[in-house]
């Protein structure tokens, strides 16, 4: 376990594997929690999307990511919910990143592998050469 400042409050607390913040904050977000999931559990609001939730209940957007991120909020049960990809920004409902990204990166690391093995290829050839001249 961690001494940290909340980052809601900047009190010193201890984190665990539970909490990100300090004890006050959490029962704050837990309040705002219950407050978002009987909003959710009503049929006629499962399919709000995350701006409607958080104008509604007042949890901000950030936390009510960090809850679909956590799996506290199921996106099965809840299909508009989602959180920001980590490159993009996109909404997404599993994973770090969108399927863009995810393309994408595997796109620029093949590349870098070819790129990679056209050096080494070169570095040989020049290898060889240099070494026919002794």
């Given at each position: 376990?961690?001494?940290?400042?909340?980052?809601n409050?900047?009190m010193?607390?201890?984190?665990n594997?539970?909490r990100?913040v300090?004890?006050?904050?959490?029962?704050?977000e837990e309040?705002?929690?219950?407050?978002?999931?009987?909003?959710?559990r009503k049929?006629?609001?499962?399919?709000s999307?995350?701006?409607?939730v958080?104008?509604?209940?007042g949890?901000p957007e950030?936390?009510?990511?960090?809850?679909?991120?956590?799996g506290?909020?199921?996106t099965?049960h809840?299909?508009?919910?989602?959180y920001?990809?980590?490159r993009?920004?996109?909404i997404?409902?599993?994973g770090?990143l969108?399927e863009?990204?995810?393309t994408?990166i595997?796109g620029?690391l093949?590349?870098?592998?070819?790129?990679?093995?056209?050096?080494e290829q070169?570095?040989k050839?020049?290898y060889y050469?240099?070494d026919?001249?002794?």
């Amino acid at each position: 376990m961690d001494l940290l400042n909340c980052p809601n409050c900047g009190m010193l607390y201890m984190k665990n594997s539970v909490r990100d913040v300090c004890d006050k904050c959490y029962r704050e977000e837990e309040a705002l929690f219950d407050k978002v999931y009987n909003f959710l559990r009503k049929q006629e609001n499962r399919a709000s999307r995350i701006e409607r939730v958080s104008e509604v209940t007042g949890a901000p957007e950030k936390l009510l990511y960090k809850w679909v991120k956590r799996g506290r909020l199921h996106t099965a049960h809840f299909p508009n919910l989602g959180y920001p990809c980590d490159r993009c920004g996109k909404i997404i409902r599993e994973g770090k990143l969108c399927e863009e990204c995810t393309t994408g990166i595997k796109g620029e690391l093949d590349m870098f592998d070819k790129e990679q093995e056209r050096l080494e290829q070169l570095h040989k050839s020049i290898y060889y050469a240099q070494d026919r001249r002794r």
